[in-house]
């Protein structure tokens, strides 16, 4: 009899972990650099445009990601880790996955509502779906700008975390994440490059 014991996130998951990182990153520095210059002025503008694209591009991956996520496994935890560092990282990932929504929708009922630009890349113009409103335009400036902070906190404690596991404590954390991560068991033989192992 085998039983599979996977020690890896699936391909596509990986994927889309790190472009999402790298376009949320991104989003976030340029919204933060934006927040910081007077309203109508160059290059404010532009740079907003290009942060709205940043964002819905990361809206439509996590939608996709999230279907991944629920028709795949995730891999088991190392068992090294205690229950509380356990439930920190699910908290962390959690907080992660709902900014992945949120920020995305508040800057869009935002700009909706407000009547602002929502042009993808100075190309198409995404349909607005929330009724021209000041209060709701308000309402999603205020959640937009407020939930930027949660998202400096937790992003920044998501990279310490996954740096502390990689450098000191050295359990394979990031080795679940990495394109095409080795993975091996004592035990175990490798199957195959989805990180899934036969435990014969
Ligand atoms: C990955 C998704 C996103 C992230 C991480 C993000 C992050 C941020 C951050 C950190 C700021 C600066 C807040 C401040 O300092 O006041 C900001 C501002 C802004 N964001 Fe986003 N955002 C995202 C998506 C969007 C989307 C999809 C839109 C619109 C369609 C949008 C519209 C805006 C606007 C208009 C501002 C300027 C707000 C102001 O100056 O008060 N954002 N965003
Ligand atoms: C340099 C930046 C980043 C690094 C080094 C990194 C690293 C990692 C690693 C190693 C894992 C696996 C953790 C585990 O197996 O317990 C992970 C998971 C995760 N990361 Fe990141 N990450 C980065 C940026 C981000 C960003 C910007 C986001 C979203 C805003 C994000 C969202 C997530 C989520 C939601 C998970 C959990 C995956 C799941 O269980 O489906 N990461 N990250």
Known sequence: MSSEVTTAYPPLLRAIHWATAVLFIAAMLIGFYCGLQPPGTSPRRELLEVHKSLGMTVLFLSVLRLMVRATTRAPVEPASLGALVRFAARLNHLALY????????????????????????????????????????????????????????VVALHIAATFWHALVVRDGTLARMWPRSGNSERGARRCSDTGTIHMD
């Open 98 to 153: 709902l900014i992945l929504f949120a920020m995305p929708l508040t800057g869009y009922a935002f700009s909706a509502a407000g009547g602002y630009s929502l042009k993808y890349f100075w190309t198409f113009s995404w349909p607005r779906l929330v009724a021209d409103n000041p209060q709701t335009a308000h309402a999603g400036e205020v959640a937009h700008d407020t939930l930027a902070w949660l998202v400096y906190a």
